[in-house]
């Protein structure tokens, strides 16, 4: 048996979420801290539910995502980096949402700017999410691009993009909650997506098998 009053800690969990990790060790009646984690038998547990762990954080991708890169053109530059929280938030009117961490350098410049796309990745565009992924660097060399009505760049053979004006942001932990004003948009139907599951790139026929 675990003990209940211990204290609940999580940090860096992504994938269904903090509080969606946070209630399951609840509805266990568990509480641990995210150091002690690794030492006691609810790992068992939370690994049975999907959830993998790794450097003392709990990473739970138990639900499978999308791929975005949301770029905008700065005044020195494109910029742009790789989302996997992005949704569609209101139809009326027209929202979308997408959460930015705190440690980003690339969306304070973003924010700058005003005004957003979001690029929905392609099957075959798992370099391309990695290499935006990372911090610092020309993350644009050789990448070809056209521009969306805000200017931002729209990455090319992306099953859709969506060009959005800056219209909140609210904290939200270790994170920014980024909503989006949806003021152009297009898709290319017949594109899979690239899709994020259980720490890997997967394509719809992985999930289809």
Same mark, same amino acid.
Not at 16 to 33: D, H, K, T
Not at 38 to 52: D, H, K, W
């Given at each position: ?57 709990? %990473?739970?991708?138990?639900? *499978?995502?999308?791929?975005? $890169?949301?770029? =905008? /053109?700065?005044?020195?530059? +494109?910029? #742009? ?70 200017? %931002?760049?729209?990455?090319? *053979?992306?099953?859709?993009? $969506?060009?959005? =004006? /800056?219209?909140?942001?609210? +904290?939200? #932990? ?36």
């Amino acid at each position: 048996m675990f003990a209940k009053a211990q204290r609940v800690h999580f940090i860096g969990i992504g994938g269904i979420g903090m509080s969606g990790i946070a209630e399951i060790v609840l509805n266990l009646g568990y509480a641990v801290s995210g150091s002690d984690l690794r030492r006691t038998p609810i790992t068992t547990r939370l690994e049975s539910l999907g959830v993998v762990l790794y450097e003392g954080h709990a %990473a739970a991708n138990v639900v *499978g995502s999308g791929v975005v $890169v949301v770029t =905008a /053109l700065a005044p020195d530059g +494109p910029v #742009g980096f790789t989302c996997q929280s992005f949704a569609s938030l209101s139809l009326d009117p027209p929202l979308v949402a997408f959460f930015a961490s705190h440690g980003s350098t690339s969306w304070p410049r973003i924010r700058e700017v005003g005004r957003f796309c979001v690029n929905v990745l392609a099957s075959d565009h798992a370099e391309l999410s990695t290499r935006f992924a990372v911090s610092g660097g020309d993350k644009f060399a050789g990448v070809p691009w056209s521009p969306a009505p805000s200017g %931002a760049p729209i990455l090319e *053979g992306v099953c859709a993009w $969506v060009d959005c =004006a /800056l219209e909140a942001e609210h +904290p939200g #932990g270790d994170h920014h909650i980024v909503v989006g004003r949806v003021e152009d948009l297009d898709a290319t139907p017949d594109a899979p997506p690239l899709l994020f599951y259980r720490g890997a790139y997967r394509l719809l026929s992985d999930a289809d098998a």
